[in-house]
């Protein structure tokens, strides 16, 4: 527990013992830092506390906090003030600023996780695009998030599953096997054209030309679950590469197919059935999901017998609870909407009550280049696919610019700013504000004064660094939001702001001064903090941190 979790726990400790309330209330009740710079004439932390147990202790708020403030007492508060309707400002001791800043040196990343967390084990899916092609750059977006989200939860404590499903079960593997025989034909020079509605993709000539080459023309004569398999195995692949490229790797990859062989959809069935939550009608077997919010009921198995996509969506729902997960987290398009009622339908019906289902939604991306939109066309050399967005910038900017924008917001991907290496470039702006860190410390390792400078020195600091600290402090609780609302562009801007911060500090403060050895040492601990925090938030984001640039 650090620094501002103790002062927040006593003062939640100091709540219920005033005012007889509940601890559950009282941990509601919360310190927030304040970071404003222009603002900082207000306090250190502020609380509405007196506002809300105004109205459950029927009192005037600011009776509440003039209560509050004669009996709340805390080393490392120097003064409390009462503000407006009834807020509380809080001003920290100049001591508590060493304090803070030694408990985060030698504590690291521990010092950011929350003092408490009820651990969860938590399936996060993502991408789970149709092995039929390669990933497009809209994929790009839905891959960065899902990555994100999991580092952040694998971070904050729980047990998380990066999960990728395969849709291996369906017309559209037919469609790309038929596809890729005719290229394999075509390449061994057969007279034969493409269907309309096949697979068009340049990416088949080149499986069909490296077949040929391993097999030889025999295996024209193969049958055509060969073809399925050879074509849906190497744009699997291909998709993994492109993915391990921008940083991304999953902990399961699912075959939908796999669960009508093995007969989990017929047992997810069962488990619908002995629910009530099946009928028949017209030969069909439906599922009532209108019950659970669904515009209208869903068939499960057709009147021929054949199994429904939903059908599908029943068992691997049950079947990620049955694997232990207790938080199941989808990343899905903006166009799946409906598909997300479907899926809590799903979850309700089976009756998984002690199972939380959460689906991020995210829009669409535009890509940008002279202020005018890239038309997707291959033919034209645009980019199309999530491996040239890559290749063109790299992965540090490429996962950067997609995380940047709130999810359910559109994002325009500027090709144009990515390629800048400048201060209006925010991955060249965070980086270069890291780099500055490792300059501003070899500077001090080469100088023999400060050679024996320690986290001890950190007593030296004081409100100088105080908006700097409280800033590096407030990433702990950020990442619990965004652990629970999935909003994973405030990591990227923490960055941005903190990264501001840090220069504004360096250029109004003199960081090595031979004149002022304790000052000195005390700032390189300082320094040796930022750089702490900009590494982990880099890690969390999945960009690299240069030693130089």
Known sequence: MNTIQQIQQNFSDALVTQFGIAPALATKLTLELNLDEHKQAFGDLTTNAAMVLGKELKKAPREVATLITNNFKHPL????????PGFINFFLAESAWSAIAQEY???????????????????????????????HFGHGRGGILGDVIARVLSFLGHTVQKEFYINDAGAQIQKLGISFKIRCQQQAGMNVELPEDAY???YLVEFATQCLSEHGEAILEKPMHFFEEYAQNHMLAAIKETLASYGITYDVWFSEKSMHTSGAIEHALNVLAKRGMLYEQDGATWFKATQFGDDKDRVVKKSDGSLTYIAADVAYILNKTERGNNRLIHILGHDHHSYATRLEAVRQGLGLTNTKLDVVLYQLVQIKSGNMPVRMSKRAG??????????TVGPDVARFFYLHRKADAQLEFDLDLARTQSDENPVYYVQYAYVRTNSILDKAEQEPTFNNASSVDC?????TEALLLKKIASLGPLLEIIGTNYQTHLLTHYVVELANLFHKYYA???????TNINLSKGRIQMIKLVQHTFRMAFELIGISAPQRM
Not at 77 to 84: K, T, V
Not at 385 to 391: C, H, N, Q, R, S
């Open 77 to 84: 508060i120097a003064r409390m003030e009462i503000a407006g």
């Open 382 to 391: 645009n980019i199309i696919t999530l491996k040239d967005v890559i290749e």
């Open 508 to 514: 109004a403060n003199r960081v090595l001064d031979t």
């Open 459 to 463: 007593q030296y600091l004081g409100n």
């Open 200 to 202: 068009h993709g340049d």
């Open 105 to 135: 040196l030698a504590h690291g990343a521990d010092a950011f996780k929350p003092a408490a967390l009820k651990t969860e084990y938590i399936n996060i899916e993502f991408v789970s695009a149709n092995p039929t092609g390669p990933l």
